[in-house]
């Protein structure tokens, strides 16, 4: 499971241009705090409220709060895709994934973003997803050809069998 909430962690500390264990030890927590949160440990109500307000902007905060609350919709099990969390203001947050892929599917037929799509196909097609269905169907292809092979083998000494006994 990604840990989200330490990745909006660390993503505010590179914006206030600190690594994550000074922040925390500059903000009254214990050096371990960090890696802590890197291994995925809760944080308590407290630790959650100090982590989320001591930056220099509340959207910051915010962010990091809907991070935790990803972490946590995952850990009951959900999808977070059956929900859009997201700090009002925050553009990026406000459309579904359904209303973006329309967007981007009428602006298809404009130059630059086909080339941009284009671009991206190539690196999903050279992806590591890629490389393991290649892996799969490779495996696959295989697994044919053994059974065949083995087939052919199982006919071939039933001809001779039938031979030898005529």
């Known amino acids: 499971m990604k840990n989200n909430f330490y990745i909006a962690f660390t993503e505010a500390c590179m914006l206030e241009g600190i690594a994550p264990s000074v922040w925390t030890t500059t903000n009254g927590f214990s050096t371990s705090t960090a890696t802590a949160m890197k291994n995925g440990t809760r944080p308590s109500v407290d630790t959650l409220k100090k982590i989320s307000v001591n930056w220099s902007s509340k ?58 799509m284009h671009g991206l196909a190539v690196l999903l097609r050279r992806s590591e997803w890629a490389r393991e269905d290649e892996a799969k169907r490779i495996k696959a292809q295989a697994e044919q050809d053994a059974a065949m092979q083995r087939l052919t083998a199982t006919k071939k000494r039933t001809k001779q069998q039938g031979e030898q006994s005529a």
């Open 59 to 116: 959207e910051i905060g915010l962010k990091i709060l809907v991070a935790h609350l990803k972490d946590e919709i995952e850990r009951a099990g959900c999808s977070i895709d059956d929900f859009v969390l997201g700090v009002k203001g925050d553009k990026k947050q406000e459309s579904t994934l359904d209303e973006d892929l329309k967007t981007v599917q009428q602006f298809m037929n404009r130059r630059p973003i086909r080339e941009s």
